[in-house]
C-alpha cells in the first residue's frame, strides 16, 4: 500500500513538473525574469532552454521511474 501512495506521488510530481517545463519553453516574453518552481529564471533564450529541458528530463524521470522501480522490484524478488 505504501509503495503505491510513493508510486502515485511521483507520478504526480513528474507530471506538475513537466508541466512547468513546457510552461517555460513555450515562454515568449524576453528580458524579464520568470518565477518558476521556486526559482527565479531569466528570460533570456539560453536559460529559457536550459532550466526547460532540464525540468523536462526531470519531469520524464519522476513520470518513468515507478515503472523502473517495479522492474527492479520484480527482478528482486524472482533471484
Known amino acids: 500500500m505504501k509503495r503505491a501512495v510513493v508510486f502515485f506521488i511521483m507520478i504526480i ?12 519553453l513555450t515562454t515568449r516574453g524576453r528580458g524579464e525574469s520568470i518565477y518558476k518552481m521556486g526559482m527565479l529564471i531569466p528570460a533570456q533564450d539560453f536559460y529559457l532552454y536550459l532550466y526547460g529541458s532540464i525540468f523536462l528530463l526531470i519531469g520524464i524521470l519522476l513520470i518513468l521511474s515507478p515503472l523502473l522501480f517495479r522492474k527492479f522490484f520484480i527482478a528482486k524478488k524472482s533471484v
Not at 510530481?13 to 517555460?24: M, S, Y
Open 13 to 24: 510530481a513528474g507530471l506538475i513538473v513537466t508541466e512547468q517545463a513546457i510552461d517555460i
